[in-house]
Antibody, heavy 123, light 109 residues
Framework: QVQLQESGPGLVKPSQTLSLTCTVS??????????WSWIRQPPGKGLEWIGY???????HYNPSLKSRLMILVDTSKNQFSLRLSSVTAADTAVYYC???????????????WGQGTLVTVSS | EIVLTQSPGTLSLSPGERATLSCRAS???????LAWYQQKPGQAPRLLIY???SRATGIPDRFSGSGSGTDFTLTISRLEPEDFAVYYC??????????FGQGTKLEIK
């Protein structure tokens, strides 16, 4: 059973860079059927897709975050990471890593999620 | 960008009743790329439905999905106490990426 676990600082100062890592266990991040994704949820609000990375390193980002965003993959560690620069209070959220399954016949959907980690942007 | 609008924002029903949740897209979405999730307080979302109408592994058959084009529906045939939660629809587009609806809160009446 594949499990995903987020890790990283829970508090980031305004204007700094938010960095999180997702460790994948129980399966290989190099599986070709999946994209490795980040999603966030501000307190009391809905879900916002941030972006995803393929094991090859190719990425697709939410246009609203693209200028500040980088998602990287490290296949040797079975991990992928999120870097969001120039953060403000509006970036305070629970950040989830998730596995995005991509299948020609059954579609594209998030079939496995981490438990989420709260990141607060505050001085 | 494809915007998903869910209605109603809040749905108040009693256990045993039928729930019908709507998800409307701002432009046509392939049904293959439409999914539904359930989220309970303090938990990560859980996949319920993919490909608009296929139940995920372990999801009870009281959950069903339907729709095409711009209008999609999640139906819960007979509500159980554990079904009261927030529900999100999600779509994927090859050029636009993913997006979620704003959610429907299903609460006990």
């Amino acid at each position: 059973q594949v499990q995903l676990q987020e890790s990283g600082p829970g508090l980031v100062k305004p204007s700094q860079t938010l960095s999180l890592t997702c460790t994948v266990s129980g399966g290989s991040i190099s599986s070709g059927d999946y994209y490795w994704s980040w999603i966030r949820q501000p307190p009391g609000k809905g879900l916002e897709w941030i972006g995803y990375v393929y094991y090859s390193g190719s990425t697709h980002y939410n246009p609203s975050l693209k200028s500040r965003l980088m998602i990287l993959v490290d296949t040797s560690k079975n991990q992928f990471s999120l870097r969001l620069s120039s953060v403000t209070a509006a970036d305070t959220a629970v950040y989830y890593c998730a596995r995005l399954r991509s299948d020609l016949w059954s579609g594209v959907y998030f079939d496995n999620w981490g438990q989420g980690t709260l990141v607060t942007v505050s001085s | 960008e494809i915007v998903l609008t869910q209605s109603p924002g809040t749905l108040s029903l009693s256990p045993g009743e039928r729930a019908t949740l709507s998800c409307r897209a701002s432009q046509s979405v392939s049904s293959t790329y439409l999914a539904w999730y359930q989220q309970k307080p303090g938990q990560a979302p859980r996949l319920l439905i993919y490909d608009a109408s296929s139940r995920a592994t372990g999801i009870p058959d009281r959950f069903s999905g339907s729709g095409s084009g711009t209008d999609f529906t999640l139906t819960i045939s007979r509500l159980e106490p554990e079904d009261f939660a927030v529900y999100y629809c999600q779509q994927y587009g090859s050029s636009t990426g993913c997006s979620f609806g704003q959610g429907t809160k299903l609460e006990i009446k």
